[in-house]
């Protein structure tokens, strides 16, 4: 089986259109990377995917009839944007072609316990995502919040903000990625916005009782902190300052 580095769109779908490549080339690739993270290779073979989305479903539809959960914490790994991650899943799939229970179970094997590490570290993101949110009335009626998580979680979050927050429009938008999710009162789905820097809000954009509604929190957050009971250290492990830029309670 020949060694191939296989150069994709940075998708999904893209990436599974790779892994169908190798298998119908049975070239086996050294390494699966995304145009902006190429890397030059002096002498291997590059092959470039072009994503093709019934390649993608056919992919998709045989891991979730192997195992559907599993394949669900393949995309998973996928967000978590790490350099490592599109190895890591081709070889679970290969695994999971082989034995998918194996797949599910075996944790003795280096990958199977990498990819346990990285569901670990995206529960843990996703719990401080709807932990830590918090919106801005907008003077349209629409509640925005502004997040930059570690990881590309926004596509795990939507169904916990629809929800709790069923009754109201809002948009969370990824400040770091440049996409968000806008709730319709129907529907979730993701946008993109033309502003520079939408996570800085300009005053005339708030709904005019917000700065209200701000400082309310900020008095309850005051009240309820006992200064004599103060344990930062316990408390930054929990809250990370990288994540008190988009805390009312910490400005």
């Known amino acids: 089986m020949n060694e191939t580095i296989y150069v994709y769109d940075g998708t999904f779908e893209g990436l599974l259109t790779a892994i169908f490549d ?66 890591l899943i081709y070889r679970i799939v290969r695994i999971m072609l082989e034995d998918s229970s194996r797949a599910k179970s075996d944790f003795r094997h280096p990958d199977i316990l990498r990819m346990k590490e990285i569901l670990k570290e995206i529960r843990r993101e996703v719990h401080r995502m709807h932990a830590f949110v918090r919106f801005q009335r907008l003077a349209d009626d629409i509640w925005f919040s502004a997040i930059e998580p570690d990881f590309d979680v926004m596509p795990l ?74 344990n930062m250290k316990l408390h930054i492990r929990h809250v990370p300052k990288r994540y008190w830029k988009h805390l009312f309670e910490k400005l």
């Open 157 to 230: 979050i939507g169904s916990h903000f629809k929800k709790r927050y069923a009754d109201q429009k809002w948009l969370i938008y990824d400040l770091h990625r440049g996409y968000g999710l806008y709730y319709d009162l129907k529907k979730t789905d993701f946008v993109e916005l033309d502003a520079k820097s939408p996570g800085n809000l300009s005053e005339d954009l708030l709904h005019h009782e917000e700065k209200d509604y701000q400082a309310l929190w900020k008095e309850y957050f005051d009240s309820v902190n006992i200064k004599a009971r103060r």
């Open 22 to 87: 190798s298998y119908e080339s049975k070239r086996r690739p050294t390494a699966i990377q995304p145009h902006d993270r190429k890397s030059p290779q002096l002498f291997a073979e590059v092959a470039d995917v072009f994503t093709d989305v019934k390649k993608a479903n056919r992919v998709a539809k045989k891991l979730e009839t192997l195992d559907k959960s599993l394949f669900k914490n393949l995309f998973r790994v996928y967000l978590s944007e790490h350099d490592e991650r599109e190895l």
